[in-house]
């Protein structure tokens, strides 16, 4: 048996665990946790290429840090723990400050994907180090540089946090 992580029903509570494989295959509702960093001045955002080695979203681009909740664990410390994981940035106390919930339930290589998503902020100039398998390259970019590739609908970019974007950046 590969990660066990946490199954969810498709209003949000979690209702069980199941091997990661499994929960792809079938489509199960999970939930994830992603940090969005932001530079101290707030100017800049960080933007990531993910590892082609990825069991889901393989190669694409994404302006969250995160990863999928385990049983039990508390969407804020899956996201401070990702953050610290993925990128090397220990977010001080309280941690990452809470922005939007909300749920994706689409396709991925012809399977159903359904994840409820937590997303965070956390304010960072650095230093930034990637975890070498799950991150390829990263780079700052303003939100209306973010916003010109977006617009482009054929850039590869994560599909759940597409659907959130648009709030992250307003929501600051």
């Known amino acids: 048996m590969g990660e066990v992580i946490a199954v969810y029903d498709n209003l949000g509570a979690e209702i069980g665990s199941a091997d990661r494989a ?28 993910r590892t082609e080695t990825k069991m889901v979203f393989a190669g694409m681009h994404d302006c969250l840090a995160g990863g999928v909740l385990a ?5 804020g410390a899956a996201a401070a723990r990702e953050l610290a994981e993925e990128l090397g940035i220990v977010a001080s ?13 689409g396709l991925w290589n012809g ?17 930034i180090t990637h975890q070498r398998d799950e991150i390829a390259a990263g780079w ?3 939100d209306a540089q973010l916003r010109g590739h ?13 659907v959130l974007v648009d709030r992250l950046l307003r929501d600051r």
Not at 33 to 47: M, T
Not at 150 to 162: C, E, N
Request: charged share 25%; glycine share 8%.
């Open 111 to 127: 399977r159903p994907m359904r994840c409820h998503l937590f997303a965070y902020e956390v304010r960072s100039d650095g230093p």
């Open 22 to 49: 499994e929960v792809y295959e079938r489509g199960l509702w999970h939930a994830s946790a992603g940090v969005l960093v932001r530079s101290l001045d707030g100017h800049r955002l960080y933007v990531h290429r």
């Open 71 to 75: 049983p039990g664990e508390d969407p």
């Open 140 to 142: 700052w970019w303003t």
């Open 150 to 162: 977006l617009a482009d609908p054929s850039w590869p970019f994560v599909p759940d946090t597409r």
């Open 93 to 105: 106390a309280p941690g990452p400050r809470p922005l939007a919930r909300t749920a994706w339930d």
